[in-house]
């Protein structure tokens, strides 16, 4: 086999193995952002806090993540801090640059629901 053969069968190789490694990683991604998930609908208050913190970690993820955030300072309570939580999501929120969790954000304003710390400082 000839030299350039040889270094594009290599390039293939590594390309393949490359792309392979970045799917395995996503599919890794895609498996943590569903516990995580499942982790911010628990009414567990540090497992919840935890997760609307993490999440924004993977924002290539986020088209699950943020409709999640969403739902959980809409609607969610947790067993203590719920402001903590919903601060979380809300923190999360804007470092996805969800633009469409503004609406939900104002409705939990008007509806009184606190988003400042109860528990944290």
Same mark, same amino acid.
């Given at each position: 086999?000839?030299?350039?053969?040889?270094?594009?069968?290599?390039?293939?190789?590594?390309?393949?193995?490359?792309?392979?490694?970045?799917?395995?990683?996503? %599919?890794?991604? +895609?498996?943590? /952002?569903? !516990? #995580? $998930? @499942?982790?911010?609908?628990? &009414?567990?208050?540090? *497992?919840?806090?935890?997760?609307?913190?993490?999440?924004?970690?993977?924002? %290539?993820?986020? +088209?699950?993540? /943020?409709? !999640? #955030? $969403? @739902?959980?300072?809409?609607? &969610?309570?947790?067993? *203590?801090?719920?402001?903590?939580?919903?601060?979380?999501?809300?923190?999360?929120?804007?470092?996805?640059?969800?633009?469409? !969790?503004?609406?939900?954000?104002?409705?939990?304003?008007?509806?009184?629901?606190?988003?400042?710390?109860?528990?944290?400082?």
């Amino acid at each position: 086999m000839s030299r350039p053969m040889r270094l594009g069968c290599l390039l293939i190789v590594a390309t393949t193995l490359a792309l392979a490694g970045d799917a395995g990683a996503q %599919a890794g991604d +895609a498996a943590r /952002v569903n !516990a #995580l $998930i @499942q982790d911010l609908q628990r &009414r567990d208050f540090e *497992r919840a806090h935890g997760a609307a913190e993490r999440l924004r970690d993977f924002p %290539a993820h986020r +088209a699950r993540s /943020v409709p !999640a #955030l $969403i @739902q959980a300072i809409a609607s &969610r309570e947790w067993d *203590r801090c719920s402001a903590d939580v919903r601060d979380a999501a809300a923190l999360t929120l804007a470092a996805l640059k969800a633009g469409e !969790a503004v609406g939900p954000l104002l409705d939990l304003v008007k509806r009184g629901k606190p988003i400042d710390h109860e528990c944290f400082e």
